[in-house]
């Protein structure tokens, strides 16, 4: 494998363990943008957006995917939720790899998996039960129009992760 591969997908939808397990399966190095945007800044994503803002925070995030995907190096990567959503991020993403994934999962499962977890999400830290599916829907609703813009659209549901690795594999 000679090119990148770039998971891309909601909150929740299993970006970083689905790379960490393809990285490991291909011989691939892996890289999470979140993780390497908090080593590249010194904080935690949640500091960065308590500390700079979600504007600072997005301008940054742009910033490391465009160094990422400038890298000559073949690897996994997987997005942070929001990063193809803004700039021309899915525009520079297809021209740097012919192999970007979207996990797609239903709100009910996201919901199911966020829940848990909401106070280290800071999108939905703020909110309550009732809110968040709402907003869920909401933003997932204006987010797919442009996870929809990968390669290939996996639908997720009911599979494993090794079965997803298993149909990425099917397609590279
Ligand atoms: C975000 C998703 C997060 C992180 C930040 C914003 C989003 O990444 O980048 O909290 O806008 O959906 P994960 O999808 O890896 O949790």
């Given at each position: 494998m000679k090119e990148k591969i770039?998971?891309?997908?909601?909150?929740g939808s299993g970006k970083s363990t689905i790379g960490q397990l393809l990285a490991h399966a291909?011989?691939?190095?892996?890289?999470?943008?979140?993780?390497?945007?908090?080593?590249?800044?010194?904080?935690?994503?949640?500091?960065i957006f308590a500390l700079k803002g979600e504007i600072y925070f997005r301008k940054?995030?742009?910033a490391y995917l465009?160094?990422?995907?400038?890298?000559?190096?073949?690897m996994v990567i997987a997005l942070g939720g929001g990063t193809p959503c803004y700039g021309k991020a899915m525009e520079l993403i297809r021209a740097a790899s012919p192999?970007?994934?979207?996990?797609?999962?239903?709100?009910?499962?996201?919901?199911?998996?966020?829940?848990?977890?909401?106070a280290k999400?800071?999108?939905?830290?703020?909110?309550?039960?009732?809110?968040?599916?709402?907003f869920?829907?909401?933003?997932l609703f204006e987010r797919f129009p442009f996870y929809t813009q990968a390669h290939f659209i996996l639908p997720c549901h009911g599979?494993?992760?090794t079965e997803i690795v298993e149909k990425i594999k099917t397609q590279i």
């Open positions: 770039i998971l891309l997908g909601y909150m291909l011989d691939l190095p892996f890289e999470d943008l979140d993780s390497f945007i908090e080593r590249k800044e010194g904080k935690k994503i949640s500091e940054q995030e742009q465009s160094e990422l995907l400038d890298s000559p190096t073949p192999y970007s994934f979207y996990l797609q999962l239903p709100t009910s499962e996201l919901m199911a998996r966020l829940l848990p977890e909401k999400r800071p999108l939905i830290a703020h909110l309550s039960f009732e809110d968040i599916e709402e869920l829907n909401k933003h599979l494993s992760p």
